[in-house]
């Protein structure tokens, strides 16, 4: 079975389911969205009320870091039955919903009052409408990807399904000046498996920094309506409207419609000074 497959026959036993910048919030999100990220893994369908008892929040934080954020559309029609009833699609072009994508290498991440260590994490998503009508931009996340062990296992033990471990997981920045590019994969999970690539530019350190705030959504067997709240300071943005996704796993493909995918409404290199990351289980 699918991931995406594994997905929808437990949400049915449930509810039935920048710019990451202020330059984001300049267009409409008829057209444009945000960034974001799947499917839950294995597992029962239904709950037990230990499981839920065990669902709590983490708190991590992520220090002078460089990313890739991405924002493009694929077929409504291709994700419309992945995406739970409790969560709405944020409407895009005729026929269209706003894809994300995002990648980001970290100076350090820090879990709780652990020790930091540098690492990368990423998500693949939709735009949605606000569940509860906070965030600057809510996503429905299909995948949220790291190469910290103490990051995933603090979610996956919180109830976040939706996380993977990637210990290959890449964000090279190769060459320099005008012929800088961006190499960057995810591995798992593998159905999922993309890869970014093309020219790529950071911004100017001397840019006004700006601040944002980025909440990626799921449902889930343990955690309930769950989210994952980025608060994000420091902010600094470049366009790199030239990269592009490679779709290499069967549901991604699926989800794009081919084997790439563009992002014609939003594609940049980005900075930030901090984010604080807080995962919030049975948020509504």
Not at 12 to 19: A, E, P
Not at 78 to 104: E, Y
Request: hydrophobic content about 40%.
């Amino acid at each position: 079975m699918s991931l995406v497959k594994s997905h929808l026959s437990r949400s049915s036993h449930m509810r039935t389911k920048g710019l990451y910048t202020l330059a984001l919030g300049a267009l409409t999100l008829a057209s444009v969205a945000a960034i974001g990220c799947g499917p839950v893994a294995d597992g029962d369908a239904a709950a037990t009320q230990q499981e839920i008892t065990l669902a709590r929040e983490v708190r991590a934080t992520f220090t002078d870091c460089i990313e890739f954020g991405g924002v493009g559309v694929v077929p409504v029609a291709n994700v419309s039955s992945l995406v739970p009833s409790q969560f709405t699609l944020s409407p895009g072009p005729p026929g269209l919903a706003i894809a994300v994508a995002h990648m980001a290498k970290c100076q350090e991440i820090k879990v709780g009052n652990a020790a930091g260590h540098p690492g990368l994490m990423g998500h693949l998503g939709l735009l949605i409408n606000p569940p509860t009508g906070t965030g600057n931009f809510n996503n429905y996340l299909f995948a949220h990807v790291t190469d910290d062990p103490g990051l995933f296992s603090a979610l996956k033990g919180a109830g976040l399904q939706t996380t993977y471990i990637n210990p290959h997981l890449r964000f090279d920045v190769l060459g320099s000046g005008s012929s800088t590019t961006l190499s960057a994969a995810a591995q798992r999970p593998h159905q999922l498996a993309f890869g970014l690539s093309g020219p790529f530019a950071l911004p100017d350190a001397s840019q006004p920094p700006g601040t944002n705030l980025i909440n990626y959504w799921t449902d889930s067997r343990r955690a309930g309506n769950a989210v994952l709240e980025y608060n994000i300071s420091g902010l600094r943005v470049q366009p790199t409207p030239s990269v592009v996704l490679d779709a290499v796993g069967a549901d991604l493909q699926a989800i794009v419609g081919g084997t790439q995918l563009a992002f014609p409404f939003f594609a940049a290199g980005e900075s930030f000074e901090s984010t604080t990351l807080t995962f919030r289980p049975n948020a509504f």
